[in-house]
């Protein structure tokens, strides 16, 4: 795929992902598709500062989550550790999301 495509697509499926009017299942499709592709530094960080204000629990938990999985699964990702303590950590089963 071209890189400019490819960037237009991002920039879609970023905006569906930050629509929170937009249903979960609609959400979480979009987030596993830009994973897949290997987002950039600048918008995990992006993401890491989004899961302070996301009202969507789900949304906040799995962004929270695939960031840590990333992070201990793969080497690559190692810069992922000043991403990290920037997010808000996954909310414990039951609690609510109000900060």
């Not at 990333?70 to 999301?97: E, N, V």
Request: charged share 25%.
């Amino acid at each position: 795929m071209p890189p400019e495509t490819r960037e237009e697509c991002m920039d879609m499926l970023s905006s569906v992902l930050d629509d929170v009017a937009e249903s979960s299942s609609i959400r979480v499709s979009c987030y596993i598709i830009i994973l897949t592709w290997r987002p950039t530094p600048a918008w995990w960080h992006m993401k890491a500062i989004d899961t302070w204000k996301e009202p969507n629990r789900q949304i906040a938990s799995m962004s929270f989550k695939s960031t840590i999985i990333k992070y201990t699964s793969d080497r690559r990702f190692k810069w992922l550790d000043m991403i990290i303590p920037i997010m808000k950590p996954a909310p414990a089963s039951g609690a609510s999301m109000s900060s």
